[in-house]
């Protein structure tokens, strides 16, 4: 296996083991919400104005996903949906109390899994750093150009069918 290949599988390896550690305390936590549910009421809470546009493609799913998904968070009393004065056309989102307590966990869970994972991150350099996240942001350029290249729609994909 090549250093190229090492590294992919390294992240994938890290996406994986990560799931797998942080899965048993999110169930427990959110009995009754899936994981895209909890990761669209952060989105909300964390942009301004969240629409199903700009939430469709922060998850690169289907705007038709996102409607289901606002309906479900609606009929649960997380989320509420609100026009703008000015705009009648447009719906966004925020979240009720209920979603803003749901938030609270979530985020409280992820400082949590920071903590556990603080030792790692504490040897890591500036530089390290610094050349990390300039391998990520190359990377996601070049896929970026390639899935324009490709004239390949992100939002209205099924993996791997």
């Known amino acids: 296996m090549n250093k190229e290949e090492q590294v992919l599988m ?6 994986n083991k990560t799931v797998s550690l942080n899965k048993p305390k999110m169930k427990d936590s959110f009995k009754g919400y899936n994981s895209f549910e909890v990761h669209c009421i952060e989105s909300i809470e964390r942009n301004v104005d969240s629409n199903v546009t700009k939430l469709a493609e922060s998850f690169y799913v289907t705007r038709g996903a996102i409607s289901k998904l606002t309906k479900k968070l609606i009929k649960k009393g997380i989320i509420e949906s609100y026009q703008k004065p000015n705009n009648k056309k447009e719906i966004y989102f925020r979240l009720t109390e209920q979603g803003k307590v749901i938030n609270k ?16 991150f504490e040897q890591v350099t500036e530089k390290q ?9 190359k990377y996601n350029r070049h896929l970026d150009e390639e899935i324009k290249k490709q004239g390949i729609d992100i939002t209205n994909r099924n993996d791997f069918e």
């Open 10 to 15: 390294g992240f994938r390896d890290i996406y």
């Open 105 to 120: 966990v979530h985020e409280e869970l992820h400082k949590e899994f920071q903590e556990r994972d603080k030792a790692v």
């Open 129 to 137: 750093f610094d050349i990390m996240l300039s391998f990520v942001e």
